[in-house]
């Protein structure tokens, strides 16, 4: 068993991090730059962030590798660095984590659509599989393959985490609420059919993150807890859906907002809590609060 499900064995609700590219936003990342090249150019501000959500309260800090799979870098030229860039991401937020808490690295969609053949299965595997290992190799304790929206490239990159790493795997896919009032992704598909298929992967922990403010979050648990009562369940919610203010896209719940939906979420069934755009440390410390406290 993995560090991971240990800690949930005992019935603890863990907390997460909250929101990278913000963050790094916040920090002085360029429109059009690439969030990974940070990890080499400006390590001591990334391993800052994970330093920042450990000291808030997080149990689990994710890498800043979210889109540092070859097909992705390919556009900034830097997917000769694959390798480079995820190892050092995971180096990073390893340092701010030590050997009490727990490191996840972060896989993102390639962007590259299967359905029209834009890539191959095989592509997207060897993608998904390099940068697995790199993260394994820079130490982390599991892999989440997240904000995916297409049932098929998030079962390809579970399987090369999976089948190449020892580490536990994690998925969460990214859902928002229909005119008919059901979560669905944007290629269509339920929590319902993101269970059924990704279970036979045999992956550890299932879930959703961005698409939604939290209290969407609760009704996701709720039809994930209907087709699977027992598998583990990962949320990593948005600060409200976005606004545009002022020229800027803006996430509007207050950490005291967003805190106050976290005992429906883990009622619903939820074992680890954390935030995805527009979450701050201030976010996490009420969510790791509100969680003491229930």
Not at 31 to 44: F, I, K, Q, V, Y
Not at 271 to 287: A, E, M, S, V
Request: charged residues 25%; negative net charge; glycine residues 10%.
């Amino acid at each position: 068993m993995g560090k991971i499900l240990d800690k949930l064995k005992s019935g603890k609700v863990l907390v997460s991090d909250g929101a990278w590219g913000t963050f790094l936003q916040a920090k002085g990342l360029k429109p059009g730059e690439c969030p990974e090249s940070w990890n080499l150019l400006h390590p001591e501000e990334v391993l800052d962030i994970a330093k920042r959500y450990i000291e808030a309260g997080a149990d689990i800090v994710e890498t800043n590798s979210f889109g540092g799979n070859r097909l992705k870098l390919l556009h900034y030229g830097l997917d000769h660095q694959t390798t480079e860039i995820n190892q050092r991401a995971a180096e990073l937020s390893r340092k701010a984590a030590g050997k009490e808490k727990i490191v996840i690295g972060s896989v993102g969609p390639t962007g590259k659509i299967l359905m029209t053949g834009e890539v191959t299965e095989e592509e997207l595997y060897e993608a998904f599989k390099e940068q697995s290992i790199a993260l394994a190799k820079g130490g982390v304790d599991a892999i989440v393959v997240e904000t995916m929206s297409d049932l098929d490239e998030a079962r390809i990159a579970v399987n090369a985490a999976r089948e190449n790493t020892a580490c536990e795997i994690i998925c969460t896919m990214t859902f928002e609420k229909t005119m008919t009032g059901e979560y669905r992704t944007m290629m269509g598909v339920t929590p319902a059919e993101m269970v059924h298929t990704l279970k036979k992967t045999g992956l550890d922990i299932i879930g959703a993150n961005c698409g939604n403010g939290i209290e969407g979050m609760t009704f996701i648990v709720k039809e994930i807890r209907l087709s699977d009562k027992d598998i583990p369940v990962l949320i990593h919610a948005n600060a409200g859906m976005p606004v545009y203010h002022e020229g800027k896209t803006v996430f509007p719940e207050t950490p005291e907002q967003m805190a106050a939906f976290v005992p429906s979420l883990v009622k619903a069934g939820a074992n680890i809590i954390g935030g995805c755009c527009g979450t701050t440390p201030q976010h996490i410390l009420r969510i790791s609060e509100t969680i003491k406290n229930l």
